[in-house]
């Protein structure tokens, strides 16, 4: 059974930055695909960025060149570096893999 807990949430002021960690348990991150989504209240969740067993990677626009998937597969983490955070970044962030989420950690940015 898949098990995922999100942390490296908080707040930050804008143009800040926060790396977003994902422990897989139960899992081996380096044979699944990974990803990070967010929800912001009254808003539907989105995909921020995922990365394929391969390594490829892929990122919703918005973020594009601000923030960095990426894995670490001797301590099978995951994570979201996220660089000059903007006032539309604030949201709960959540990692998946295989369909299965995490609880998520909230970011904060203050303008």
């Known amino acids: 059974q898949v098990q995922l807990v999100e942390a490296g949430g908080g707040l930050v002021q804008a143009g800040g930055s926060l790396r977003l960690c994902c422990a897989a ?3 081996n991150v380096r044979r699944n695909s990974m ?3 967010r929800q912001a209240p009254g808003k539907e969740r989105e995909l921020v960025a995922d990365i394929t067993i391969g390594g490829s990677t892929n990122y919703v626009d918005s973020v594009k060149g ?3 998937i990426s894995r670490d597969n001797a301590k099978n983490m995951g994570y979201l570096q996220m ?8 949201a709960r962030y959540y990692c998946s893999i295989r369909g299965v989420w995490g609880k998520g950690t909230l970011v904060t940015v203050s303008s």
């Open 25 to 27: 348990a139960g899992s």
């Open 35 to 37: 990803a990070w989504y």
């Open 66 to 68: 601000r923030f960095i």
């Open 83 to 90: 660089d000059s955070l903007k006032p539309e970044d604030p």
